[in-house]
């Protein structure tokens, strides 16, 4: 999948301002190496813009559907995307264009991008027993966007280089995501997903917002330790050594989890799930 993302940066300069304040000081500067200093500090410390943020994104997705296909069970789709806009309405980002989509994998995991993708996969789904389930499970990946934790990993590995990929551009819109860029965002988000993990207090976090999301939409938040304590019987397994090695342990999470929750509160809907559960 070859996408084309453009994205035009505005760069203004408050030279006036600063001319004042300085006097005759600042005409013995070169100006190309004053707008050059202050378009990388911007780009240094500034948030993402939430275009640039969704450019990401579908960098990221790209490279998650490169490695699992979708599932082709429509109605399973339709079911995860259901349960996750009613979630993430909910989130501390309810306006943003969210996507969910099911991944056709035995791998017991759950990613998502900046900008709001969030992918489940069919391993995950087996080894649930209730839409409650799902519903804490993708509450911890939206918490992942809306915490910015990837975002975070790209800025901390200086990913995007201000003096080459943002301060060169110009107000006519050249292109900021290059290949080049795309290419390292691409696979530090990937060692992210698939191989090193976040930050132990990233996911510490995304468990802690999960469940509050869950139980705010009006599941009940505890049956996320229903699902954890399932994967238990998992470890040391195939489908389960992608997960472990990205995430603290089924019980260091159910630690992190319990004292957060109420278990005779909010619905749990079994039955609903198991019309479309996978087997």
Known sequence: M???????????LVAAAAQAQLGDWIKKVDPNKVKAGVNMARAATRDFTEGEEA????????RVLATYP????????QYVTLVGNTVAAYSARPTLEWHFAVLE???VNAFSTP???V????????????EA????VIGHELAHVTQKHILK???????????????ATTAAGAQWLNNDVAAKIGNVAYEKLFTTGLGRDDEREADRIGVQLADAAGYRASEMITFLTALKSLESTDALRQLTATHPSPEERIATIRPLVHADRGVVLAERWAALAVR
């Open 115 to 117: 900008g709001g993708f």
């Open 2 to 12: 070859k996408t084309k993302l453009t994205l035009a940066l505005a760069v203004s």
């Open 153 to 167: 990993e790209v800025k901390r590995g200086n990913l995007v280089n201000a003096g080459k990929d943002l301060a």
């Open 70 to 77: 979708l599932s082709s069970n429509e109605p399973l789709q």
């Open 133 to 136: 389930e799902l519903a804490a």
């Open 119 to 130: 992918f489940v996969t069919t391993g995950a789904l087996a080894q649930m027993h209730s």
């Open 55 to 62: 450019d990401i994104g579908r960098v990221v997705a790209a």
């Open 105 to 107: 994998t035995p791998v």
